[in-house]
């Protein structure tokens, strides 16, 4: 595709310029600075995509030389023909036309089809930059460039890949990192060793335990010896305080044995408690006595009380009627208190009657109270009355009422029938236009009528526009389709169906070829692969040593036989040293025995003697010499010393000769032991040598099979075991490659089958795939459609002509509708014309009859309106009349109500005073007070009763009164008594009374007392025998103690019972000495006592305890020591210290295992995906990154090698031809822009669009390359301009030099004053 | 010679802790911490019920290394028990509880035989005062005892029934460490009546003539030592035996089990296999608590759901809870995740694109070794290289290594096919 010419109308500077025949390839645009190199990017931008909105920040170029805003451009597209793009201000980026060179015109559509889809941002960044687009990496950032650069068609996983990544670091993180406290392994490692260490610290226990336990045992011994110790003191302790004890008692006994001897000796027996029984007889004797007396004065007293009483036997006989005038004698005094009080009350009521009939006149008796009737149905007759009279009243008062509201009403009636009569003049003139009927219909399709003047052209219009949709969709199917065709294309399910089976036949066929050519590359790399592998396999197995001559099996037989040689010599070389150690220790014992020999022999005492001797023999021929000198005194003296030295060294002698002849026995007994052990370790040492001799036999068995000398030794076996070791390996090595060449082997053939299979499979899908298209075309024949169409168009074709089916239904409804709106019109328009004023209209626009008729209809609504209020004034004028008279008969009826009532009430009255009349009562009272008359006479006759029962009982009590006195007079004169005076007549009778009660009660008491005087004389005989038998007794007692009088008897009763009581407490004292000392001999014990004081012993006793306290104390703190010492080995025993801290250990070693796993899983997964990720990325980058890869290794003269976008990021690096990696934004300026230049080649190559190559255009980008690179950067663009035009603008004669230099025929345009030339015209102009 | 049985145990561990466990609910904490102690009580009251001569404990009584006062006086208790029960023990040290280790303030009782480390020592079983069998034993010395202890031994002359009691490791591949070892034909040769063993704590017999017997540890105490642990009791008759039976100890079972997703689509179709799983452990094991590890296997669409944050720990939590009331206790100490999605791995490794790249390096990584080590010692080396991270939990096995490359497979898999 290319663009063959453009036109600008206006576009900036440029007005009216038009560049034609442009020829593909290269073409260089070259102008100054402002010469319109942008604004022609711009232009040719626009055209194809679009004017850019107000709102963006770019230049939009308004044209500044005139002319319209936009222009044309002519593409010639390999599957299109020329297409012309003409585009001017409008909406929507502006109004576009495409036509085709034969005149047909295209639609927007056909321009994407055009541009494939490639949206402005795509075309502006990769295929129309400028400088600016191209320095940044974001103007890569097109979907589509974004896929196929980083790779996102790489295939499943890498999409995740950073997730993955993520993932796992997080995870790896949150389990450890070196030197961490918190993540959880570090955390654990950190618990365990705190519990190893505290488990260290408590496996002391055992050495406590022991230490502890010894302890134990000392303070126990230590105690054992303190206790006894105590046990002496205190027996000690326990006898002086037994002696304290009973030192009292024994000084007492002694006082008492005293006072025993100084007691005098009267007699020797006495009655036994003589002295108590004379005295309780005594006693006894006074008692009675006394007894006697009290007797004696009881009885006089007794005879006194009998004399002092008096009865009289006169008024005991009376006593009857005395008692009966006492019981009467309350009723009479009762009658004389009340009497005054009743009358007073008589009275009171006497007085009242008086009044109440003084209030009710003159003329008003007692007698004439008490007659008149006063019955019950009198008082019903007066109230009867009353309520009559009233309720004649008030019916003369309602009639009065009445009259008066009725005239009132009569006179409202006569002024409403004024009004509507004066109402009903106003509706007089009223008259219709036309009939009800056709104002209705009229009425009625007025709306209908409306919405049809309304719709009618909008319908129309929408028709147009369908209709007009409707052929433009027929035409996008195919040009020469129609209507018809449309509807005859079969769109059925089954038809549908038929072109997806083809689909997914021909799709199908070209996967399975896709897929086939992938297995077979996959299968050819992998072929090659095992193929090379196999080949390495068989060199390594080459350049291995050969194999050993022996076996696998003889070999491990070795292994076996110098691992128990090893044993043998292990033990031998144990024995040896065990040998040379025993023979030296042998040797030690055999020098020991020697020496003890020479001991026992050799040192002698003999020496002490000899010197001894020396001495005594220097002395002397000292003294000699010294004395023969002259020196008689030195001499003496010097031989005296010499002489006692002699002595002194003898007398040492003779003590060394006894104990050398101890130490002479003891030596030889040691030699004795040493040679034993000797002998013994001998013997020991001969069986070793022999065992050592069996064990070198044994050896020397093993050496002939093993190929080795006799005189083997462990060194030697570990080197023979190593080379033994290497030699299995170099035979398992071997045997492990066999087995792997063997299994390469296999996967080669297996390999080399595959790919022919796979090969065979590609010819027989290529036919399929033949075949497939063949019947394809067929098909397309049947149905109509132009070869070539695919199934997956055809497809689309369904869903258009679908479309296209339902636009024709909506056209065809819309026709119908318009028609139907039509009739209606015609309709509404004859009805009105009925109309006498409607008549003339109906020719003009139809709004304005609508709103004729609308007039008409408004007026004949406001006719009918008044119609109506006239008929409803006539029928309201009619109610008035009917009304008025209605109210003048009810006035008549009440006047006559008011006239019958008065004559009613007349006649009662009359009636009422004849009644008043007839009971003897004033004519002129009301029935009211009439009534308040009789409640003052029912109260009249009330107090009279009252008064005449009070009479009656005045009466009753003075009848009582008289009869009491009458009665008591008569019984005074029964008993003989004067009556007294009236004053004193009660008082009297009081005094009888008391008289008579005194005399009864005398009686009874001269009775008892003489009862009581009978039973007192007896009591006074039996007391004088009492005392005489005492008397008796008394005088034999004395007797009995030998005595004649009692002074006598109680001295010597005395006497004889203090002997006694004294020799009782000798005894007792005795009997509790014994028991105190604890001890039977009381003789013996009197004595040890009778040489004892009390100072000593209290002394002895302070010493004991001081003792006793020193022991006492030592032993607690032993007992405190021994119990502390048991609770600790107790403490120490149950400690489950270890057991829990190892299970702690134990827990957090397999929490940490659990860990350490779960890290090394992601640490090994971690590892595992940057792994494959560098191999991918090395291995499959994809092909745009690729090529753009040797692009920029051919602009940078090979100083970048390659470029790749690591798996999974949305960016990319660039490798150094050291292979260090780098990131664009590393790079220099320029280095960038040529990488970025690079990425727009290798996508531009590898992404045509629609099978076709779009124009490329540039504006001016090589200026920040250095010339080197710029030259190498112009290769690379004309190479791609080989296969794409490549519009290139400049303003640098440089850059225009370097592609001229590299081709001349470069075509060239120049930029001028507004004005584009190519500069070949230019030149041939010139 | 007059008829007698005795109880072979070793292997003890008193008051030494489960592994792997992280039970925090105190019943069961509590539980856990006494098992050995429960374990050892059972032995004693095993050794009354039967009414045997005497207890043989070969070894490992408990961890030297814990100084246990504890377990020493525990171990103390039970034996007195036994003492007033008139029944002899005779113990040996091992390389957990040397020899040294012991507190020399605790007193044993009289009807207590500990053998020495210097020399192989030889005391009687007797009954009324007539000797009735010999026991001959060694005690290890110290932590690491690398001399062959059993070719200290002698058979005496006498006709008794002749017992060794040794704690060391026979052969070479037994999967312990290589204290007092000593080759089986040592042992048979030696011309003993029975050689009880101690040091490998799962029960095995060696050979049958003599009998040569590893009566394994009497409470398992970590997910390597599941199924029963116990002792055997042993009776003798004329210097031969007459019977020979293993009696299980343990108090608290710890079993490994296994649950497929294949077939599985939902979640609480998952739950409910879960739960068939640990309830058939339940139906084979009578009045003991169950500690016990689920992996999850198979290949199915459940892989997706379980690799969803929290899924696991909320299918455990969900599994815990079903079995919250049991008593004993069943406790699920883990449910290891060992299934795979649906996805084919080998076709999505040969496709083109990223995630093809990443599992072809997966298996490159698997098959050669020598690019094993570069990747996965690059990726490891930041935490598995720390001394401090290797001293708390010793080296990482080859065996898990490649666990973790297949698990790291899985999860880039995972992550990377969100958007597919």
């Given amino acids: 595709m290319r663009i063959s010419h453009f036109h600008i109308d206006g576009f900036g500077i440029f007005h009216d310029v038009s560049v034609k025949s442009l020829p593909s390839g290269f073409v260089l645009f070259s102008g100054d600075n402002e010469a319109g190199k942008s604004t022609c990017?711009?232009?040719?931008?626009?055209?194809?995509?679009?004017?850019?909105?107000?709102?963006?920040?770019?230049?939009?170029?308004?044209?500044?030389?005139?002319?319209?805003?936009?222009?044309?451009?002519?593409?010639?597209?390999?599957?299109?023909?020329?297409?012309?793009?003409?585009?001017?201000?409008?909406?929507?980026?502006?109004?576009?036309?495409?036509?085709?060179?034969?005149?047909?015109?295209?639609?927007?559509?056909?321009?994407?089809?055009?541009?494939?889809?490639?949206?402005?941002?795509?075309?502006?960044?990769?295929?129309?930059?400028?400088?600016?687009?191209?320095?940044?990496?974001e103007t890569l950032g097109d979907d589509m460039v974004k896929s196929v650069l980083y790779g996102a068609s790489a295939g499943a996983g890498m999409l995740a890949l950073p997730a993955a990544q993520g993932h796992i670091q997080r995870k790896l993180e949150e389990l450890f990192k070196p030197g961490g406290r918190n993540p959880r392994i570090n955390k654990k490692l950190a618990d365990l060793d705190e519990v190893r260490l505290k488990l260290r610290e408590a496996r002391s226990g055992i050495d406590q335990y022991d230490a502890a336990c010894l302890e134990l045992r000392k303070k126990e011994e230590e105690l054992q010896k303190l206790n006894s110790e105590v046990g002496s003191i205190n027996r000690a302790k326990n006898r002086i305080e037994t002696y304290l004890k009973l030192w009292e008692d024994w000084v007492l006994l002694r006082e008492i044995e005293k006072r025993l001897t100084e007691l005098p000796l009267i007699i020797t027996s006495f009655p036994e408690n003589a002295v108590e029984r004379l005295d309780r007889c005594l006693e006894k004797r006074e008692r009675e006595e006394q007894l006697l007396a009290e007797i004696k004065l009881e009885r006089d007293d007794l005879m006194a009380q009998m004399d002092g009483l008096f009865v009289d036997e006169a008024i005991l006989k009376a006593s009857p009627p005395i008692r009966t005038l006492l019981d009467k004698k309350g009723g009479c005094v009762a009658a004389t208190?009340?009497?005054?009080?009743?009358?007073?009350?008589?009275?009171?009521?006497?007085?009242?009657?008086?009044?109440?009939?003084?209030?009710?006149?003159?003329?008003?008796?007692?007698?004439?109270?008490?007659?008149?009737?006063?019955?019950?149905?009198?008082?019903?007759?007066?109230?009867?009355?009353?309520?009559?009279?009233?309720?004649?009243?008030?019916?003369?008062?309602?009639?009065?009422?009445?009259?008066?509201?009725?005239?009132?009403?009569?006179?409202?009636?006569?002024?409403?029938?004024?009004e509507a009569q004066g109402n009903l003049e106003r509706y007089r003139n009223v008259v219709m236009e036309a009939d009800d009927e056709t104002i209705l219909a009229l009425q009625q399709g007025r709306d209908q009528f409306a919405s049809v003047v309304k719709d009618l052209p909008q319908r129309s219009t929408e028709h147009h526009e369908a209709r007009r949709q409707l052929d433009e969709a027929v035409k996008e199917i195919d040009p020469d389709w129609n209507e018809t065709d449309i509807v005859r294309f079969d769109c059925s399910i089954p038809a549908q169906e038929k072109v997806e089976q083809y689909e997914s036949r021909l799709t199908g066929a070209g996967r399975d070829a896709a897929q086939i050519q992938t297995k077979l590359e996959s299968a050819q790399t992998d072929f090659k692969n095992v193929e090379e592998q196999y080949n390495i396999k068989v060199r390594e197995l080459g350049k291995m040593a050969p194999s050993p001559a022996d076996g696998r099996d003889e070999l491990t037989v070795r292994q076996s036989s110098l691992r128990a040689l090893r044993g043998y010599l292990l033990e031998h070389e144990s024995l040896a040293a065990e040998i040379r150690h025993q023979e030296e220790r042998l040797s030690d014992k055999q020098q020991e025995m020697?020496?003890?020999?020479?001991?026992?022999?050799?040192?002698?005492?003999?020496?002490?003697?000899?010197?001894?001797?020396?001495?005594?023999?220097?002395?002397?021929?000292?003294?000699?010499?010294?004395?023969?000198?002259?020196?008689?005194?030195?001499?003496?003296?010097?031989?005296?010393?010499?002489?006692?030295?002699?002595?002194?060294?003898?007398?040492?002698?003779?003590?060394?000769?006894?104990?050398?002849?101890?130490?002479?026995?003891?030596?030889?007994?040691?030699?004795?032991?040493?040679?034993?052990?000797?002998?013994?370790?001998?013997?020991?040492?001969?069986?070793?040598?022999e065992q050592c001799t069996d064990l070198s036999k044994r050896i020397a068995a093993f050496t002939p099979g093993l190929k080795i000398p006799d005189s083997v030794k462990l060194g030697d076996i570990d080197r023979l075991e190593i080379e033994l070791d290497e030699t299995i390996a170099l035979f398992d090595r071997r045997n492990q490659l066999a087995d792997e060449i063997e299994e390469l082997a296999s996967r080669v053939k297996k390999g080399k089958e595959t790919v022919e299979e796979l090969l065979r499979k590609k010819v027989g899908n290529e036919s399929a795939l033949e075949e497939a298209g063949q019947d394809w075309e067929t098909y397309l024949k049947s149905t109509g459609l132009r070869s070539g169409v695919t199934p997956r168009t055809?497809?689309?074709?369904?869903?258009?002509?679908?479309?296209?089916?339902?636009?024709?239904?909506?056209?065809?409804?819309?026709?119908?509708?318009?028609?139907?709106?039509?009739?209606?019109?015609?309709?509404?328009?004859?009805?009105?014309k009925g109309v006498p004023s409607l008549a003339e209209e109906g020719e003009g626009e139809l709004t304005d009859f609508l709103s004729t008729v609308d007039t008409f209809l408004e007026r004949s609504r406001e006719i009918k309106e008044k119609r109506h209020e006239r008929r409803l004034a006539e029928q309201l004028l009619e109610e008035k009349k009917r009304r008025k008279m209605e109210t003048e008969k009810a006035s008549q009826e009440a006047r006559s109500r008011l006239d019958q009532a008065v004559d009613d009430e007349k006649n009662d009255r009359e009636a009422w005073q004849e009644w008043l009349i007839q009971r003897g009562l004033n004519p002129e009272l009301s029935p009211g007070t009439t009534l308040e008359a009789f409640q003052e006479i029912e109260r009249c006759v009330r107090l009279v009763n009252e008064r005449s029962e009070l009479a009656e009982q005045v009466k009753r009590l003075e009848d009582e009164i008289d009869g009491y006195h009458r009665w008591a007079v008569e019984a005074f004169k029964k008993l003989g008594n004067p009556v007294p005076e009236a004053e004193r007549f009660l008082a009297t009778?009081?005094?009888?009374?008391?008289?008579?009660?005194?005399?009864?009660?005398?009686?009874?008491?001269?009775?008892?007392?003489?009862?009581?005087?009978?039973?007192?004389?007896?009591?006074?005989?039996?007391?004088?025998?009492?005392?005489?038998?005492?008397?008796?007794?008394?005088?034999?007692?004395?007797?009995?103690?030998?005595?004649?009088?009692?002074?006598?008897?109680?001295?010597?009763?005395r006497l004889f019972k203090e002997r006694r009581r004294l020799l009782e407490e000798i005894a007792q004292k005795e009997r509790n000495l014994k028991i105190i000392a604890g001890e039977e001999d009381i003789s013996s014990l009197k004595n040890k006592l009778s040489s004892l004081s009390m100072e000593q012993l209290k002394a002895e006793h302070e010493e004991l305890s001081r003792q006793f306290k020193n022991v006492d104390g030592e032993l607690n703190q032993l007992r405190q020591d021994k119990a502390d010492l048991k609770l600790r080995i107790s403490n120490l025993a149950s400690a489950d210290d270890i057991a829990r801290l190892r299970a702690e250990e134990e827990r957090l070693i397999e929490e940490l295992r659990v860990l350490a796993f779960e890290w090394g899983r992601h640490a090994i997964a971690k590892c595992l995906l940057s792994e494959a990720r560098k191999r991918f990325e090395q291995e499959q980058q994809p092909k745009v990154i690729y090529d753009a890869g040797s692009f920029f290794q051919t602009i940078t003269g090979g100083r970048y090698q390659k470029i790749v976008a690591p798996i999974g990021e949305n960016t990319i690096e660039i490798v150094t031809h050291d292979g260090q990696h780098k990131r664009p934004e590393e790079l220099s300026r320029g280095t960038a822009e040529q990488l970025y230049l690079a990425i727009r080649f290798g996508y531009i190559l590898n992404y045509a669009v629609n099978g076709e190559n779009l124009p490329i255009i540039m504006d001016d980008i090589l200026v920040n390359f250095d010339p080197n690179r710029a030259n190498k950067a112009a290769g690379a663009i004309l190479r791609l301009a080989e296969k794409h035009q490549v519009l290139f603008f400049t303003?640098?004669?440089?850059?225009?030099?370097?592609?001229?230099?590299?081709?001349?025929?470069?075509?060239?345009?120049?930029?001028?004053?507004?004005k584009i030339a190519s500069e070949k015209v230019l030149t041939r102009e010139a | 010679m007059k008829p007698f049985s005795f109880i072979h145990a070793a292997d003890l561990h008193l008051d030494s802790p489960f592994k792997g466990i992280t039970a925090d609910n105190p019943a069961i904490a509590d539980s856990v911490s006494s098992a050995t102690f429960d374990a050892f009580n059972a032995l004693i009251d095993l050794c009354i019920q039967k009414q045997v001569g005497f207890l043989l404990i070969a070894g490992d009584v408990y961890d030297g290394a814990d100084r246990s006062l504890r377990a020493q006086l525990r171990f103390r208790d039970g034996l007195d028990r036994l003492a007033k029960n008139e029944i002899d023990s005779f113990v040996v040290h091992g390389n957990h509880d040397p020899f040294d280790s012991r507190s020399?303030?605790?007193?044993?009782?009289?009807?207590?035989?500990?053998?020495?480390?210097?020399?192989?020592?030889?005391?009687p079983f007797e009954r009324d005062g007539t000797p009735i069998a010999l026991i001959s034993g060694i005690s290890h010395s110290r932590r690491k005892e690398t001399q062959n202890l059993a070719k200290r031994f002698v058979r005496e002359t006498s006709e008794l029934f002749h017992i060794g009691l040794l704690h060391c490791n026979v052969g070479s591949a037994t999967g312990y460490d290589p204290y007092a070892p000593c080759e089986l034909s040592d042992l048979v040769d030696l011309g003993m009546d029975y050689w009880a063993l101690g040091h490998v704590h799962e029960k095995a017999i060696l050979c049958t003539d003599p009998h040569v017997v590893y009566s394994g540890n009497t409470q398992g105490r970590s997910i390597r030592e599941d199924g029963e642990r116990g002792c055997y009791l042993v009776t003798v008759n004329e210097r031969s035996i007459a019977n020979f039976e293993f009696h299980p100890l343990d108090v608290v079972r710890w079993f490994h089990t296994t649950v497929s997703i294949g077939g599985i689509t939902t979640l609480d179709q998952l739950d409910n296999a879960v739960s068939r799983a640990v309830q058939s452990l339940l139906q084979d094991i009578i009045s003991r608590s169950i500690v016990c590890r689920i992996e999850i296997t198979g290949r199915g669409p459940m892989y997706d759901e379980l690799q969803k944050e929290r899924a696991v720990d909320e299918l455990l939590d969900r599994t815990r809870d079903n079995f919250a009331a049991e008593s004993p206790f069943v406790w699920v100490q883990e449910i290891e995740i060992n299934c795979r999605p649906e996805v084919d791995l080998e076709k999505r490794r040969e496709s083109k694109d990223f995630l093809g790249q990443v599992l072809r390096i997966v298996q490159e990584t698997r098959d050669s070794k020598s690019t094993t080590s570069e990747i996965l010692e690059s990726a490891l080396s930041e935490l598995f290289g720390s001394r401090h991270i290797q001293k708390a939990l010793g080296a990482f096995s080859e065996v898990e290594i490649n666990r973790l490359l297949e698990e790291a497979e899985l999860l880039c898999l995972n992550k990377l096919e969100v958007d597919e």
Avoid at chain 1, 804 to 819: F, M, N, S
């Fill in chain 1, 337 to 418: 208190e009340t009497l005054p009080a009743i009358r007073q009350k008589f009275e009171y009521k006497r007085e009242e009657v008086l009044a109440i009939l003084a209030g009710l006149g003159k003329e008003w008796t007692e007698a004439k109270v008490v007659g008149i009737d006063r019955s019950l149905f009198t008082r019903e007759a007066i109230l009867k009355q009353q309520e009559h009279l009233n309720r004649l009243g008030s019916v003369r008062d309602q009639a009065e009422g009445l009259v008066a509201s009725k005239q009132q009403e009569d006179e409202t009636a006569q002024r409403a029938e004024e």
């Fill in chain 1, 41 to 137: 990017l711009s232009f040719l931008r626009d055209i194809l995509f679009g004017f850019r909105d107000k709102r963006s920040k770019e230049n939009d170029y308004p044209p500044l030389a005139g002319g319209r805003h936009g222009g044309y451009v002519s593409i010639i597209s390999d599957r299109l023909g020329e297409v012309v793009i003409e585009r001017w201000p409008g909406k929507s980026g502006g109004s576009v036309t495409v036509s085709y060179a034969d005149g047909k015109k295209g639609t927007d559509e056909t321009l994407r089809q055009l541009l494939g889809g490639t949206s402005r941002e795509l075309f502006r960044n990769i295929y129309a930059f400028s400088l600016s687009e191209l320095q940044t990496i």
């Fill in chain 1, 594 to 689: 020697i020496r003890q020999g020479k001991v026992s022999r050799g040192v002698s005492t003999d020496i002490f003697r000899w010197a001894s001797v020396g001495t005594l023999m220097l002395g002397l021929i000292v003294s000699g010499v010294l004395t023969f000198l002259g020196s008689a005194t030195e001499g003496i003296l010097a031989g005296g010393i010499l002489v006692v030295m002699g002595g002194l060294l003898f007398l040492l002698y003779r003590k060394t000769r006894t104990q050398w002849a101890i130490q002479v026995a003891s030596d030889q007994s040691r030699l004795a032991e040493i040679e034993r052990q000797v002998s013994t370790m001998g013997a020991h040492l001969k069986a070793m040598k």
């Fill in chain 1, 794 to 832: 055809v497809s689309l074709i369904f869903t258009k002509v679908e479309a296209i089916k339902a636009q024709i239904r909506q056209v065809h409804e819309l026709e119908e509708r318009i028609c139907q709106m039509e009739e209606v019109k015609e309709a509404y328009i004859t009805l009105a």
């Fill in chain 2, 104 to 123: 020399s303030a605790i007193e044993w009782p009289n009807k207590v035989h500990s053998f020495g480390c210097h020399k192989v020592e030889t005391k």
């Fill in chain 1, 989 to 1053: 009778i009081d005094q009888l009374g008391d008289n008579l009660e005194k005399s009864k009660t005398d009686l009874a008491r001269r009775e008892e007392l003489g009862k009581k005087a009978h039973s007192i004389e007896s009591k006074l005989r039996n007391s004088q025998g009492q005392i005489e038998c005492l008397e008796r007794e008394l005088h034999a007692l004395l007797q009995a103690g030998g005595s004649t009088n009692q002074e006598t008897f109680r001295t010597q009763g």
């Fill in chain 1, 1291 to 1314: 303003c640098h004669p440089e850059t225009a030099k370097i592609f001229q230099k590299q081709d001349p025929k470069v075509p060239v345009y120049l930029l001028h004053d507004g």
